[in-house]
């Protein structure tokens, strides 16, 4: 079985390649021109990588030369909430047209491959207490221009599922993590600067936003396990949440990492890391994927955390040096 992976050399996308490594896969892989490749510098004997700006949409109907893929894992996208009310535009673009890009190429080629929509519970929006854990059932409302740009994906997913017959699965992702998690998101941001105070690289402050949110945590390593059996057992046309049915505060992820460390701290508000809208709570029911095709999420929160904070010191420890990114 052939599987084309885009956006490989990201956060999901270079576990989702190990996985599919391991299953017995033939990966293929798309990254954008100057992307880092560290993530999959360990596996680079064993995927095929192919340089591809899915926005072009020459660039993308090249892909597809003499190559047929059974699944596509659509994973490239602008993924960081923050960034999106900063450049709404470049959010909405990338994330629509690329995926439009891929679906119209498919049908010119002929080719019918199971394709993975990668959504998000961004989508949902902010929910009445009432509701949840939050079903597929549930209208989604964004907060968010990243939100609205999942929104379209998911329903161009819909319609080309609905038009053309295109074997579309969808999902909506809620928050994962685990080791290579870009340092601009919440719980790498929060390890980073942990294993740089422990460093002495840093004050003993550690810059925080908005503690109060909550959000529904799976380890990344079950979410691409959560792809593959979509794809393999899921039915073409639906929509699936992954999510592992419990919210937690961002300041209680923050009290986990803590006490994984021997570092004494204080915490600061960063104003530019509070978002126009933030939404409250978002907890997942992952009960139709689990009745479709039996998955459980595996990994403990705390095996998470505690993999996520020693990635960070190991690369601390090899020389990273932080971005200056916008948290
Ligand atoms: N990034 C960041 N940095 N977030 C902070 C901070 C901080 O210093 N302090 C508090 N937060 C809060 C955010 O306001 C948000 O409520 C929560 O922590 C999580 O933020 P992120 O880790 O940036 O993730 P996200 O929830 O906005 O989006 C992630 O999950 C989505 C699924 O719900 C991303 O992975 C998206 O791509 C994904 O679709």
């Not at 992307?35 to 095929?48: C, G, Y």
């Not at 990338?94 to 990668?118: D, H």
């Not at 300041?251 to 508000?269: G, H, I, N, P, Q």
Request: charged residues 25%.
């Amino acid at each position: 079985m052939k599987a084309l992976v885009t956006g490989i050399t990201g956060f999901a996308g270079s576990h989702l390649a190990e996985h599919l490594l391991r299953e017995g896969y033939e990966v293929r892989g798309t990254f954008r021109p100057r992307s880092p490749l560290d993530n999959v510098s360990h596996i680079l004997d064993n995927i095929k990588l192919v340089e591809c700006e899915l926005t072009d949409p020459f660039n993308v109907r090249k892909l597809f030369d003499n190559y047929e893929p059974d699944l596509i894992f659509h994973l490239a996208a602008q993924s960081f909430v923050a960034a999106s009310w900063r450049s709404p535009r470049n959010t909405i673009v990338n994330n629509i047209v690329s995926q439009l890009n891929l679906f119209e190429s498919l049908m010119e080629r002929g080719l019918n491959p199971t394709f993975l929509v990668a959504g998000s519970s961004e989508e949902y929006g902010r929910i009445r207490s009432g509701d949840f854990p939050i079903t597929e059932a549930i209208p989604l409302k964004p907060l968010s221009p990243y939100g609205v740009s999942k929104v379209a994906q998911d329903m161009l997913g819909y319609q080309y599922f609905q038009s053309y017959g295109l074997n579309v699965i969808r999902t909506r992702a809620f928050n994962h993590t685990g080791p290579r998690r870009g340092e601009v998101f919440v719980t790498s941001n929060f390890a980073l600067q942990i294993a740089q105070i422990e460093l002495g690289e840093r004050d003993k402050v550690i810059k925080v936003g908005n503690l109060d949110a909550e959000r529904d945590f799976t380890d990344v390593r079950d979410t691409v396990r959560a792809y593959v059996q979509v794809l393999r057992e899921g039915r073409v046309g639906d929509i699936y949440n992954i999510a592992s049915g419990k919210a937690r505060s961002i300041r209680s992820v923050l009290d986990t990492l803590l006490a994984l460390s021997r570092v004494d701290v204080r915490t600061e508000v960063d104003e530019s890391r509070l978002r126009p809208s933030d939404l409250p709570k978002l907890e997942g029911s992952y009960d139709k994927l689990r009745n479709a095709t039996g998955w459980e999420p595996k990994i403990p929160f705390e095996k998470t955390m505690s993999d996520l904070l020693d990635y960070w010191r190991d690369r601390l420890k090899k020389g990273y040096k932080p971005s200056t990114q916008r948290c």
